[in-house]
T-cell receptor, first 111, second 113 residues
Framework: EAGVTQSPTHLIKTRAQQATLRCSPI?????VYWYQQALGLGLQFLLW???????NRGNFPPRFSGRQFPNYSSELNVNALELEDSALYLC??????????FGPGTRLTVT | DQQVKQNSPSLSVQEGRISILNCDYT??????FLWYKKYPAEGPTFLIS?????DKNEDGRFTVFLNKSAKHLSLHIVPSQPGDSAVYFC????????????FGKGMKLTVNP
């Protein structure tokens, strides 16, 4: 069974640009979660999508947004990039709302 | 405001001995707790969880203890193996499941052969 996949592995952008990160959940999983792990911090919950709808979001500004597609894959968009957005972005999927399976992450660097 | 705290950034133990990883939380609404393990360049891997209605949960070499009155949980690994060397994250949720997990900063465990 294929795990959660994320693309790209690394992404380098400059300030004010937009970044798009993609996530494919495990087959059969309908929930997708996005987390940010900045240097020296734990994982910070960003967004939760289930059945195509945004169900909850963490304490992040509106320039962090995303969507979930009919095949349950998801993308995270970060607009008006700032230097402090540089972080590892992790996607996780779940089928039951309990155990979350994580992808390897996308390393976003903003210069 | 760190609601889930892993106050020790690292722990080093000898192979075969017990590893005890600690986690404290401040939000009394948390009712579901999880431990994840993370190797470099990989995403976190689920280890074990516990609901607030329990005080102990075991899975092989891994046992999680929950002390609700102290708002403290711990992960015991017995016996520790070199392959257990990784960063361990404690996480908590107030939803009874894993929606909107709050993670600690992580603790690096090194198991020496």
């Amino acid at each position: 069974e294929a795990g959660v996949t994320q693309s790209p592995t690394h992404l380098i952008k400059t300030r004010a640009q937009q970044a798009t990160l993609r996530c494919s959940p495990i087959s059969g999983h309908t929930s997708v979660y996005w987390y940010q792990q900045a240097l020296g911090l734990g994982l910070q919950f960003l967004l939760w999508y289930d059945e195509g709808e945004e169900r909850n979001r963490g304490n992040f500004p509106p320039r962090f947004s995303g969507r979930q597609f009919p095949n349950y894959s998801s993308e995270l968009n970060v607009n008006a990039l700032e230097l402090e957005d540089s972080a590892l972005y992790l996607c996780a999927s779940s089928s039951d709302g309990y155990e979350q399976y994580f992808g390897p992450g996308t390393r976003l660097t903003v210069t | 405001d760190q609601q889930v705290k892993q106050n020790s950034p690292s722990l080093s133990v000898q192979e075969g001995r017990i590893s005890i990883l600690n986690c404290d939380y401040t939000n009394s609404m948390f009712d579901y707790f999880l431990w994840y393990k993370k190797y470099p360049a990989e995403g976190p891997t689920f280890l074990i969880s516990i609901s607030s209605i329990k005080d102990k949960n075991e899975d092989g070499r891994f046992t999680v203890f929950l002390n609700k009155s102290a708002k403290h949980l711990s992960l015991h690994i017995v016996p520790s193996q070199p392959g257990d060397s990784a960063v361990y994250f404690c996480a908590a949720s107030a939803t009874g499941g894993s929606e909107k997990l709050v993670f600690g900063k992580g603790m690096k465990l090194t198991v020496n052969p």
